[in-house]
């Protein structure tokens, strides 16, 4: 028997349990095996936190057991406990973020600056990712009291806080001589995240390989969806569920939360979130993926409720462009209003969320001087519209539905953001699918030195998606590249043409636009696709 309990007793001190510790949330150690007759390095990434058990302990270094491998790694990144090896006493935020009173909690006003450092005071294990070794959330301190700040956006040291990922994004500085000297660097690179992440993928929610889609008002998704589910060669679904004057489409609770008012949004509603759950199910078991279209900082009903979170002049009166109020990209009312909303759509079962105007009005620079924006927190437009599509993914994500951003085309084209916040490399080192607009008709004659833009469907995507294509090159994971193209006053053969550019490009994944989707109007082009 004292043989038996010398025998455990030295079996647990030969091989002790350590946790791995490291500066980000992934130790990359390296493994060699023999492939062929010849030596292969693998690298294996084991998370933070993870418990190990200690094979053979060496001055400098121990061999440890990981996933029945035997690897090498430095003493010190073993720790005794888990507590200790996840400890840290601040972080540092890669961008401007506002902190939380509660975790999962409304955004406070409250926020920390890029580079700034924030004192830990705990960490709970139950916010430890075991696969990725992120924590989901830290309670932090700031002017004596705590809050929790998501770990999507730290880093344990103000040097990986302010690491430069940026050297290869180009941009014109064509806003400098409107603004002043560096606005340009400091609007597209100085303020905006451009830490390479992998872009995520759901095995229960898969997205089609290549998506070929139409677009439809909530009333022809609900009435005929006979009709829909026939179309050949369409297999993606984009559904209208709140439009640009601000009413959603569907009896949703989340307005009552953010208007005085809710039936103002919600006047307009075709269905209840039963029946839509009930729809949705139907289209996805007949093999349809199914896309939520949000039109976000466009939207009277918001606006009009809410006049200190939107465009106004400087006596505080709400201000019209494109013949509509706008919400203002800066607001964090309006950020948590387009999110809870996209989320009760992840509940619903949509498979993806696509953000619709999520920029500033366009045609405001020479009225700047008049026009106030509520730019509490003195960012570049494209900071904001980055943070809002950051945020949104952020909160999705544990949902497992994907995030996807319409934008302008001319932005890209003239590789800058037309100062309406929506620069290419920003937004698609975020979102999960990026989705340009190059209507034909947006396209003045001579544009990529084409006469008639119009009359050109294949030359003129042919270029525009050439253009695109360069800028994403700029970052390491950019998002999936989905374009947008047009459907009205279109005939077959012309939307054919558009596509047939795509596939040469090798983007072939497309969205057909036509406002509602109305049958007559499908069946004009239904040959093209």
């Not at 999962?104 to 600056?113: A, E, I, N, P, T």
């Not at 179309?231 to 208007?259: F, H």
């Amino acid at each position: 028997m004292a043989l038996l309990f010398f025998l455990i007793v030295a079996a647990y001190t030969l091989h002790p349990n350590r946790y791995i510790t490291c500066a980000g949330n992934l130790l990359t150690v390296e493994k060699t095996h023999l492939e062929n007759g010849e030596a292969v390095i693998e690298k294996i990434k084991i998370p933070k936190g993870t418990k190990v058990k200690v094979h053979q302990k060496q001055e400098h270094s121990s061999i440890i057991i990981y996933n029945h491998d035997k690897l090498k790694v430095k003493n010190s990144n073993l720790s005794n406990s888990f507590n200790e090896a996840i400890h840290t006493d601040y972080v540092y935020c890669r961008r401007l973020v506002n902190l939380r009173e509660e975790k999962g909690g409304k955004l406070s006003k409250v926020v920390v600056k890029k580079g700034e450092r924030v004192k830990v005071e705990s960490i709970d294990k139950k916010d430890w990712d075991e696969n990725t070794g992120q924590i989901r959330w830290y309670k932090v301190k700031k002017k004596n009291k705590t809050y929790y700040l998501s770990g999507t956006y730290v880093e344990s040291s103000r040097k990986l806080a302010l690491k430069k990922y940026d050297q290869a994004i180009s941009y014109s500085t064509y806003w400098d001589d409107y603004y002043k000297d560096g606005y340009s660097k400091d609007a597209y690179t100085s303020q905006i995240d451009y830490k390479p992440i992998k872009k995520e993928t759901y095995n229960e929610n898969p997205m089609p390989e290549h998506v070929k889609a139409i677009h439809v008002s909530m009333d022809n998704f609900i009435n005929n969806q006979k009709y829909i589910e026939k179309l050949k060669d369409i297999n993606t679904i984009i559904v209208e569920t709140k439009n640009d004057e601000g009413s959603i489409l569907y009896a949703s609770d989340v307005c009552k939360d953010y208007l005085s008012d809710p039936s103002l949004a919600i006047n307009n509603a075709m269905i209840s979130k039963k029946d839509l759950t009930k729809i949705l199910k139907e289209y996805k078991k007949k093999g349809f993926y199914c896309v939520s279209r949000i039109v976000t900082f466009k939207d009277a009903v918001f606006a009009m409720e809410n006049p200190k979170e939107s465009l106004t002049d400087k006596s505080g009166n709400l201000v019209m462009y494109n013949d509509q109020y706008w919400p203002s990209a800066y607001s964090r009312k309006a950020w948590m209003y387009n999110v809870e909303l996209a989320k009760e759509c992840a509940d619903l079962g949509f498979n993806e969320i696509q953000f619709d105007y999520v920029r500033f009005p366009d045609g405001t620079a020479s009225a700047n001087s008049k026009l106030n924006f509520h730019n509490t927190y003195k960012e570049s437009k494209v900071a904001a519209i980055q943070g809002f599509l950051e945020y949104a993914k952020e909160e999705l994500s544990p949902k497992h539905v994907y995030v996807a951003a319409d934008m302008f085309a001319w932005p890209i084209v003239a590789c800058d953001d037309q100062d309406i916040g929506q620069f290419l490399p920003a937004i698609a080192n975020v979102v999960d699918v990026i989705c340009p607009m190059p209507y034909l008709d947006h396209f003045s004659s001579g544009s990529f030195g084409i006469e008639d833009p119009v009359e050109n469907p294949y030359d003129t995507l042919y270029a525009f998606t050439k253009i695109s294509n360069e800028q994403l090159k700029s970052i390491k994971y950019p998002a999936k590249y989905r374009t947008w193209i047009q459907g009205y006053n279109m005939d077959a053969e012309d939307v054919k043409q558009e596509i047939k550019a795509l596939k040469d490009t090798n983007y072939p994944d497309y969205m057909v636009w036509l406002a509602s989707g109305d049958k007559k109007d499908i069946d004009k082009i239904k040959k093209g696709f």
